[in-house]
Every structure is written in C-alpha cells, then in structure tokens.
C-alpha cells in the first residue's frame, strides 16, 4: 500500500467519486495509514471546504466509512473527527439540497443507532440540518459549465512525475496484495465449511457451532482485508499508469 503523504492524501481526495468503491478504498488506506489520523483529518476538512458542491457529500460519506470501520482498530478517528464535524456539517447543509440533507440526516441515525457519539452531539448535528437555508439551484449553465470544469481537470495532461517517484511506484507494487501468496494460501486453506452450506447438516452440538461460527468470522476478516488490500493495490496501479504516460508523453516531447 503506497506511503502516506498530505500531497499522496491531496490528490486521492481529487479523485474520489461517489461509488462505493471508490469510497471504500480510500477509507481503508486512511485507516491503514490511522498514526497520521490527526493530518488526514486536516486535510480532508481543508479539500471539502475547496470540493465543488456536488462532491461535499461524497466526502462525508468517506467521513463515516473511516469512522465507522476504524473503531475496531482505535479511536484515533472518532476522537480527531470530532472537532470538525460541526462545521462541516454546516458547511455542507449551506451548499445542498434538501435530497443531500436526507442522505446526512441518514448518516447521523445510523451513527445515533450505533452510538458512534453522544446523543447530544448528533442532536446538534441535526440541528444544522434544520437551519441552514436551502441551496440556490443551479442553472443548467452553471452544471454544464461545472461539468465542462470535471471534463478539463481530468483529460489534460499533467507534469511529469520525477523518476524517483516514478522508481519508488514500482517498487512498492513488489509487495502488492496480489503477490503476497502467504495470504493466499491460508485462504486457499480455509476448510470446506466454510463455504459449502451443505456440511452444516453435519453439526449435531453447540460447541461444533460455536466453532464453526468462529471460523467464518476469522475467514470474512481475511477475505474483507484482503478484498481491500487487492482494492487499493488497483487504485495504486491505476496511478501508476497515469505517471507512466505523463513520463512517456514527457520524454517524447523532449525527443521530438
């Protein structure tokens, strides 16, 4: 998984999209990289402030996919996400629809309904729902112009990477998940129970169960930590060939 860095941190905010996917894999390299928990969360205030008003909440969602699936990990998030939340929550309900506020009032049932806060925190929260003025709606203009703005920033050509960057890239896909075949062969050695339902007519006490039942955890463990693992590993290789071809285009401008 690539080092952390606030410009690496900077530019997979860039481009985060609104997918599951895409949400799913950033959370898990922040949690992967949680020591830096109190930069992250800085930076991630600092972009949302900056994002365009039809990525804020996509960035709340990242928000509660890393507080969510890091408070087994520790409290790092929860605790340096805090302070922020207030105003980013306004800052968000000034710039959205009243669509947007049912996805951030959705947000903070499920964090009230799993006790991510106190009750008096997320009250608090909702309350900024209640009193920002609604968004002004944009012209089809200004979505087309906003969209123009998307189309630009994504198909021009950037600087080349130095070839350190480029040299050290290639060396942490050496150790990618895709290669690690200790993983591999322990889930290549799960036992069959695990995914064949047919054998569980063949547990006959609690104890066989409980068993059973704790080795399915420990496999959805290894194979979600994986899955995310081989997730990152693609978003990493999708970078790497961006850098690749601004190296190249870089290099055949100086031939030519």
């Known amino acids: ?16 999209s609104n997918s599951q996917q895409s949400v799913q894999t ?8 949680r020591k830096h928990s109190k930069t992250i969360v800085l930076v991630w205030h600092r972009e949302l402030k900056k994002a365009k008003p039809s990525r804020k ?7 509660n996919d890393v507080i969510q699936n890091s408070k087994k990990k520790g409290p790092e998030f929860t ?5 922020v939340l207030v105003d980013s929550f306004s800052h968000v309900s000034s710039e959205s629809d009243e669509n947007c506020k049912k996805h951030l009032e959705r947000v903070l049932a499920i964090w009230q309904e799993r006790m991510v806060y106190e009750n008096n925190f997320i009250d608090q929260l909702k309350q900024l729902l209640s009193t920002e ?22 198909s021009t050509p950037k600087e080349p990477p130095e070839t350190q960057d480029l040299i050290k890239s290639l060396q942490e896909l050496e150790n ?11 889930i290549a050695s799960l036992p069959p129970e695990v995914q064949d339902v047919s054998l569980l007519d063949k547990i006959t006490d609690k104890d066989s169960a409980d068993r059973l039942s704790k080795t399915v955890d420990e496999a959805c463990m290894l194979l979600a930590d994986y899955n995310g693992r081989l997730a990152a590993e693609l978003e990493d290789r999708k970078q790497l060939a961006r850098m690749l071809a601004d190296f190249i285009r870089s290099q055949n401008e100086i031939l030519a």
């Not at 909440?57 to 928000?63: D, I, V």
């Not at 605790?79 to 302070?83: G, I, L, M, T, W």
């Open 57 to 63: 909440l996509t960035f709340l969602y990242l928000a």
């Open 176 to 186: 990618a998940a895709s290669g690690d075949a200790a993983v591999r062969q322990k």
């Open 1 to 16: 998984m690539s080092a952390f860095s606030e410009s690496a941190l900077e530019k997979k905010l860039s481009e985060l």
């Open 133 to 154: 003025k609604k968004a002004k709606k944009r012209t089809f203009e200004q979505i087309q112009e906003e969209e123009d703005d998307d189309y630009l920033s994504n």
């Open 79 to 83: 605790k340096d996400f805090a302070p």
């Open 26 to 33: 950033l959370s898990l390299w922040l949690i992967h990289h």
